[in-house]
């Protein structure tokens, strides 16, 4: 079956514009994680969704990232004003039992 | 949530047995422990878990003494295909509030022929 994907792959943009980035779960999985991945470095925890509702959102690092999601379904990564600190790559998982299943990730060079 | 430490790297040859030991002195009754594998360019993957003893599946096995805080990350015989990044990780099992991963740097895993 399909796994988890992600969109775009890779995204090049200009300090200062506003980025989206997409996550789609595996159907059926109601939590749903973003993390981000500086180079070299583990993953850092930003979000965690269980259904539509973000009952842990401890990890984002500003007022300038959000993110939202559809149901039990799509979520999508919002930056806005990016700033070159914020190059990574961002990793989107799902899950429903102890297994989180991540997707290729995007990665996000901000210039 | 339980901090961790290990090897930030190792090297192996193909065909031996690889152990990874990982230190998590703070770790609480409820926890679990996870190990995941990263390739490059790729998000990580579940490889095992467990909670005490050992636990074995078709990848790997996992060991854990009877305190707890430590556990060793059994690869037998690898191959150049597990050259990779483990990762160990300590927290609640599904079915916590959150089941955020929190991940350290991970021990880098060379396999050479």
């Known amino acids: 079956g399909a796994g988890v994907s992600q969109s775009p792959s890779n995204k090049v943009t200009e300090k200062g514009k506003d980025v989206e980035l997409r996550c789609d779960p595996i159907?059926?999985?109601?939590?749903l994680y973003w993390y981000r991945q500086r180079l070299g470095q583990g993953l850092e925890f930003l979000i965690y969704f269980q259904g539509n509702s973000a009952p842990d959102k401890s990890g984002l690092p500003s007022d300038r990232f959000s993110a939202e999601r559809t149901g039990e379904s799509v979520s999508t990564l919002t930056i806005q004003r990016t700033q070159q600190e914020d190059s990574a790559v961002y990793l989107c998982?799902?899950?429903?039992?102890?297994?989180?299943?991540f997707g290729p990730g995007t990665r996000l060079t901000v210039t | 949530l339980a901090k961790t430490t290990q090897p930030i790297s190792m090297d192996s040859y193909e065909g031996q047995e690889v152990n990874i030991t990982c230190s998590h002195n703070n770790i609480a009754t409820n926890d679990y422990i996870t190990w995941y594998q990263q390739f490059p360019s790729q998000g990580p993957r579940f490889i095992i878990q467990?909670?005490?003893t050992k636990v074995t599946n078709e990848v790997a096995s996992l060991f854990i003494p009877a305190d707890r805080k430590s556990s060793t990350l059994s690869l037998p015989r690898v191959s150049l295909s597990d050259t990779a990044v483990y990762y160990c990780?300590?927290?609640?099992?599904?079915?916590?509030?959150?089941?955020?991963?929190?991940f350290g740097t991970g021990t880098l895993l060379a396999v050479q022929p």
């Open positions: 467990g909670y005490k």
């Open positions: 159907s059926g999985h109601t939590a």
């Open positions: 998982a799902s899950s429903s039992t102890n297994e989180q299943y």
């Open positions: 990780l300590v927290g609640v099992r599904y079915g916590g509030a959150t089941n955020k991963l929190i």
